[in-house]
């Protein structure tokens, strides 16, 4: 059994409602709140205005996109002029992780530019945040547990990175999914699915991720189509929990290779994250289990009972089952394809080269240049 | 699905050797250790010189047994005079309980008493613990991960409780079981195995506690025997890693009518907590399931695979074949009869009637008075 580490919020609360605890859940210390909303919440009929009633609001800023570094200083100026002293982020992953930046850059020295990996200087996270509440408003990221905020900037997208930017309180209320438009709904739960599928495969698991990632999957198998049709609350609790469990699980167990091209699709193409592992995971899987061995397929006849909540006797009967699955999900979901999404032919070897980051290193199994091309090609 | 919080500690550090990480795993802000060890840890070859030589040590205090009020009393007063900031507790699950309490003590005002759940004047702890590193050196109670101390004091056994005495970091370093009795390898791990039964069958069990006792369940199936009989790293391991995991789920699934009768035994009779346990968790496995209904018994059946790591068609099956797993591992650990603990049956009556505390409550069936006295009688 390897080793592992294991970070995560030290307060999960989940469920229909759990909204209206927020004044009981916040920081004993917290006298004037960094509100961050997305442009969803802050239209949508009476949530700005209930979250301005829950909470003693210093000022709320928006994220009205998958945020910029120039998002993420406007954010942090309007917190430090109100003098605010915590921070609770209400909305989707993007704005989530706008947040979180936001509550790491208002105590720590410097612009974030030089804290994100790959791009600045290096800089760390070393004091500890603002305290900071994460509410989901889709299901997709997990980003309400994870220790990362994902920041563009000119021809980069990239991750600020430390265990101190976890949440102090990760605040999962399904009913904030409602309204959820269908194609967002399904690029956020294919998302969530990747994240799952990714860490249980990963080199990097644990007996701690596995069991959270089983349950994730029979979630989201259970809960995704029906979530992205219907006005259903089971979907929708389906979906958050699976969302939540992918956060931790990704946090430790590390993804793979759908999420090693989505890094340069994303940086690349105005492609959604949702979108782009949505448009790869049961190619990357097919071509993982092709170049791998027994074991690998012997963990994806788990992922493949779990995804269908049926027991295969035959272990090969599971992985065709399990492919089956996730080839139906995207089908069935209307995931584009990468050509539908202005990807040509020519641009498959830059994308291929940029997706060798820090997720394809736990990639269950090594892909050559070549099949890092197949599986593009067999997205297009 | 019903709602759901979860609290752990933040940072979970487990591995072979990872003790030898602690310098790096200290908050920076520790500069005067008050080290917390149990008899076995402080006279064991090298380990205590080890811990002096790893941390910046300001006092060093002993729990030589099952934590009385006077007990950690005393081991705040040299936390106290030596000017500590931090705690570590390096021990079994009696002493990382007192270093918690002691942690919790250091820093709110007034007496332990009157923080005992049932016992003093209904005092919260609500002020941050000094912050602690909780490392066990036995596999059974995961209070590394639980919001609890248990503490005894004249005629009473009881938690002070507050998600606040969760250990800031748990690091969980199989190593530290090596040379374990085996007496005591088998009654904590049949605490662990308890633990994480209980939490999963719980009535408060969540998809979250679920995954992670299935795990446990597992990893306590494939190590218990071994580990009591052999010198097995993977068994250490094995077990470790039941025991955390049965710490999370406890934490937040709750227990059951095991540790309900833990409670009175423990006050009442000589008899360790483990132990208890381990003389109690078939007989009441089997009558809860023949109180219970069909979604009961598909539970366990759940809890009969992991255990044995077989796949039943048959779902009457599994449930026959994990009864009699765990009558077979209390029978081959030689867990001794409640007879042999010195108990009467005389004072059954008396046990039954203290077994209705806050475990109880979240037992899979309401059993009744007759119920209880049956199970005990069944292991006497």
Known sequence: MPAFEIYTAPRIVFGAGALGKLPD???PTAARVLLVVGARSAERSGLLARLERLLP?????????????DDVDRVVEQGRAAGCDAVVAVGGG?????????????????????YLEGVGRGL???????????APTTAGTGS???????????????????????????????????????????SCGMDALTQLVEAYLSKNASAFTDGLALQGIAAAGASLLEACRGDSDDAREGMALASLLGGVCLANAGLGAVHGFASPLGALFPVSHGVACAALLPQVVRANLEAGGAALR???????EALTGERFADEQEAVARGLERLEALQRELGIPRLSALGITEDRLPEIARGSRGSSMRYNPVELSDEQLLGILRAAL
Chains 1, 2 share one sequence.
Do not use: Y
Not at 94 to 114: F, Q, Y
């Open 25 to 27: 859940l916040l920081p």
């Open 124 to 134: 760390q996270i070393n004091r500890p945040p603002l305290p900071m509440v994460a």
């Open 144 to 186: 309400e547990v994870t220790k990362n905020a994902v920041i563009s900037g000119p021809g980069f997208k990239k991750s600020v990175r430390s265990p101190l930017l976890i949440p102090r309180l990760a605040l999962v209320d399904p009913e904030l999914l409602r309204g959820l438009p269908a194609a967002v709904a399904a």
């Open 94 to 114: 993007a704005v989530l992780d706008c947040g979180k930046a936001a509550s790491g850059m208002l105590t720590n020295e410097g612009s974030l530019v030089d």
């Open 298 to 304: 012997r963990r994806f006849a788990r992922v493949a």
């Open 57 to 69: 609001v210093g000022a709320v800023a928006r994220c009205e996109r998958e945020p910029h570094v």
